[in-house]
């Protein structure tokens, strides 16, 4: 569907092409909830200058910084959250890639345990090269997380130490090396519909296998932190023109659902997702397992098999 008649339904019907969004989802992925969760296994001190991001250098949020995680604190993590049923984990790092040989090595070594779990491992280690993702593929890594963040558009009010086209680089080099791809953006961040648009076009053309979808959360001492929190209705309708430009791919709401959304939370299955992010999130406190295995059920929903 072009995104011209998209954004007309958007406007005259909006409620139409929300519950339009989660017939697609039902037809395309029934009532399974695909679930994920992520470690910040290197926190803070990073370069490059995410107006959003709590963990970059240029700003004065207060956020922990901590080099990479011990092996064994990073497996225990794993094991916690593979009892509670989710499938994936995300092995991530601050910074703007993997700088050494050993560091590297380790990470490879965590991606091997990770899947002896029993997890399909993922990881968010920045912009790698061509030979470092081909070396993760051979530890076991299933999938390659990259954001574009916003659309080509709106990125240099967001970044300037490095390039939208480099973001596309990595997520090519990915899917080179024979890895998943995974990327999506933050919204609220000052964009628009249009913007997500882009985005969301960018993200058929590269033909990623799964869209994280993220809402600002403003933190103090970054950029962005006076920045008004999106509507839930925006939220919803945010969700849903992903799902319409992407029918078969994977959407799953992570960082700022309970914030973004509030009482509509639960809605973001009829808005087209089918996937969440349990858990913490990199630098805040997410839900707690409990609930979000509740609400799953009181939807007639069930996590993955």
Same mark, same amino acid.
């Given at each position: ?46 370069? =490059? $200058?995410?107006?959003?991001? @709590?963990?970059? !250098?240029?700003?004065? +949020? /207060? ?127 000052? =964009? $628009?519909?249009?913007?997500? @648009?882009?985005? !969301?076009?960018?993200? +058929? /053309? ?100």
């Amino acid at each position: 569907m072009k995104i011209n008649s998209l954004f007309k339904e958007l406007g005259e019907k909006p409620w139409e092409f929300i519950m339009a969004a989660g017939g697609i989802r039902e037809k395309n992925f029934g009532p399974v909830v695909d679930a994920c969760s992520i470690i910040n296994a290197r926190s803070g001190n990073c370069p =490059e $200058d995410c107006a959003f991001c @709590a963990q970059s !250098a240029h700003h004065t +949020a /207060r956020s922990r910084a901590y080099p990479l995680l011990p092996e064994g604190d990073v497996i225990s993590a794993a094991k916690r959250v593979f009892e509670k049923g989710v499938r994936r984990f995300c092995i991530v790092t601050s910074g703007r890639g993997i700088g050494s040989e050993k560091e590297l090595s380790s990470i490879a070594r965590m991606v091997e345990k990770v899947r002896e779990i029993g997890f399909l491992p993922c990881a968010t280690l920045g912009a790698l090269s061509l030979p470092q993702l081909r070396i993760l593929n051979e530890a076991g890594l299933h999938r390659y997380h990259h954001n574009l963040e916003t659309s080509r558009s709106f990125f240099p009010r967001i970044c300037s130490t490095h390039t939208y086209d480099e973001r596309i680089e990595t997520l090519s080099a990915a899917k080179e090396a024979g890895l998943s791809t995974c990327s999506g953006g933050i919204f609220g961040m000052g =964009e $628009d519909m249009p913007d997500r @648009a882009e985005m !969301a076009s960018e993200l +058929a /053309r590269l033909d990623v296998d799964s869209v994280p979808v993220n809402f600002l959360m403003p933190i103090p001492g970054t950029p962005l932190e006076d920045t008004d929190f999106i509507t839930p209705l925006e939220a919803l309708k945010s969700i849903a023109l992903l799902r319409h430009v992407l029918p078969e791919k994977e959407i799953r709401v992570c960082g700022g659902r309970l914030t973004g959304l509030r009482e509509l939370h639960p809605m973001v299955f009829m808005a087209g997702a089918n996937g969440i992010l349990m858990g913490d999130y990199l630098t805040t406190n997410g839900r707690n397992f409990e609930d979000d295995l509740r609400m799953i059920n009181d939807l007639g929903m069930r996590l993955h098999g």
